[in-house]
């Protein structure tokens, strides 16, 4: 009797296991039901609340259109104008409007082509200037190199040293120099010419020697240069207020011509060609 008693005992006891199982999973599904409603719930209510918005947008939606249609016709009666002709002048503003902007940007773009370009000039200007203040500053140099080796030599009747070129290119040099007159000559045996203010006669070379005689007719009153030397500077006064003048003679071409120059100051009278 013992076993018989025991089997039964031991199916009831599994019985009771799997109700209590089945109970705890039913609860649980009664808890997660309700859950899931709730949350149903209020996605309901939120779906609604946006049902209603979504009404109401479309109702304002529709008013706005309406009153804009309104203002549409009333402003196309005012100006007498069909909605057809509206749209054509609206599309027209918009491709004048386009056209316009491209042409602001074609002139910003050549705007700034000429800046560039003008800028580029600017440049090449600096530059070219800056060449040549280092070509004129290399001339001044070399004239004033050239001038401190002009030949200074005593006069026959001036104490003082007189600077004197001994070929054209040093005579132009002088007369860079702005504080004299010069004027070149060559002379030819037995011709009287006149050179400035005076006049001068060639009367006997000796090209051997370096040597020449001249006569020289200022103010009335002639002055005879005897035996002398290429390069020496020859001086006599002339003029109302009588200053210096002084000639030199650069080169003894052949047995009848000469060549030089006759210098005066810059206060002294030039003739009237030179006027």
């Not at 089945?22 to 039901?33: P, T, Y």
């Not at 709730?38 to 009404?55: G, I, R």
């Not at 030599?153 to 040293?161: A, I, P, Q, R, Y």
């Not at 020449?212 to 500077?233: Q, S």
């Amino acid at each position: 009797m013992s076993e018989a008693e025991e089997t039964p005992r031991t199916y009831s006891g599994a019985l009771l296991g799997v109700l209590g199982l089945a109970l705890v999973a039913a609860l649980g599904g009664l808890i997660w039901c309700y859950m899931l409603n709730t949350k149903l719930a209020t996605q309901a209510t939120e779906l609604a609340d946006a049902k209603q918005a979504n009404v109401k947008l479309a109702a304002e939606q529709r008013e706005t259109d309406a009153r804009l249609q309104v203002t549409t016709d009333e402003l196309g009666k005012s100006l007498g104008l069909t909605q057809k002709q509206m749209d054509e002048r609206a599309q027209a503003i918009i491709v004048r409007e386009e056209a316009d902007a491209k042409r602001l940007e074609s002139a910003q773009q050549q705007t700034a082509q000429q800046v560039n370009a003008v800028a580029s000039d600017v440049s090449s200007v600096k530059t070219d200037v800056g060449g040549v203040k280092t070509d004129v500053a290399k001339t001044q140099s070399d004239l004033a190199t050239t001038i401190s080796q002009l030949l200074a030599v005593k006069g026959d009747l001036s104490s003082t040293n007189s600077v004197i070129a001994r070929n054209h290119d040093e005579l132009v040099l002088l007369e860079h120099k702005g504080d004299r007159n010069y004027y070149e000559f060559t002379l030819t045996k037995g011709q009287k010419k006149p050179v400035g203010t005076v006049s001068l006669e060639l009367k006997k070379t000796d090209p051997k020697k370096n040597k020449f005689t001249l006569n020289i007719l200022a103010d009335d009153k002639n002055y005879e240069k005897k035996d002398r030397n290429v390069n020496e500077p020859l001086q006599f006064f002339s003029g109302k207020d009588p200053v210096l003048f002084e000639i030199v003679v650069n080169s003894i071409s052949n047995k009848n011509q000469i060549s030089g120059y006759l210098t005066t100051p810059k206060g002294a009278p030039v003739p009237p060609t030179a006027q």
